[in-house]
């Protein structure tokens, strides 16, 4: 298995340009989830879902959308990127076993990197 | 609020035990307490999880005392390899906060 893999591992965007992150997972898991990491800080859920065709936000879902037409893809859309968007982007995914009390353990891809000037 | 309180930083040497203690008095009747470490420029890898009482892997231990209001990770005879940032979570979906990933607990492995 590859688990979670995402592309691009790098990008530069310049200020309003639009880009799709990928990410795509073959362990057949249900939920899958995108976060962002700002440099020395934790990770922050940006959007999340539960299954195909089900999403939901996070805690900073602002500037991005998603969409998940099938249970191996999870692709974060940026429309309009801002400089507030430099971030690195991580992707998970999890079986969703007693989600809700925590007891999922997340599965997390490389990371892709992204620069907005 | 299943907020989590961790230590910023730790030093350590090789060989030595490292305990990370994470204090989460909010935690609710369901709640499970997981960690997760992160290598630079990697994405967070689970390491344990646990309800109650000890649980113990190949990696590490995980003691929960019986108000379930903290947590220690223990790390036994560390390596300059386990150098990372440690993540305390304790997940509910229920409520708005959602996954909560803090900023960790820097550990650094001394020669």
């Known amino acids: 298995n590859a688990g979670v893999t995402q592309t691009p591992k790098f990008r530069i965007l310049k200020i309003g340009q639009s880009m799709t992150l990928q990410c795509t997972q073959d362990m057949n898991h249900n939920y899958m989830y995108w976060y962002r990491q700002d440099p020395g800080m934790g990770l922050k859920l940006i959007y999340y879902?539960?299954?195909?065709?089900?999403?939901d936000k996070g805690e900073v879902p602002n500037g991005y959308n998603v969409s998940r037409s099938t249970t191996e893809d999870f692709p974060l859309r940026l429309e309009l990127a801002a400089p507030s968007q430099t971030s690195v982007y991580f992707c998970?995914?999890?079986?969703?076993?007693?989600?809700?009390?925590?007891?999922?353990?997340?599965?997390f891809g490389p990371g892709t990197r992204l620069t907005v000037t | 609020l299943a907020k989590t309180t961790q230590p910023i930083s730790m030093d350590s040497y090789e060989g030595q035990e490292v305990n990370i203690t994470c204090s989460h008095n909010?935690?609710?009747?369901?709640?499970?307490i997981t960690w997760y470490q992160q290598f630079p420029s990697q994405g967070p890898r689970f390491i344990i999880q646990g309800y109650k009482t000890k649980v113990t892997n190949e990696v590490a231990s995980l003691f929960i005392p019986a108000d379930r209001k903290s947590s220690t990770l223990s790390l036994p005879r560390v390596s300059l390899s386990d150098t990372a940032v440690y993540y305390c979570l304790v997940g509910d979906m229920n409520r708005d906060d959602k996954i909560i990933f803090g900023k960790g607990t820097r550990l650094h492995i001394l020669p």
């Open positions: 879902s539960v299954g195909a065709g089900i999403t």
């Open positions: 909010n935690i609710a009747t369901n709640d499970y």
């Open positions: 998970a995914s999890s079986y969703g076993r007693n989600w809700r009390a925590g007891e999922d353990e997340q599965y």
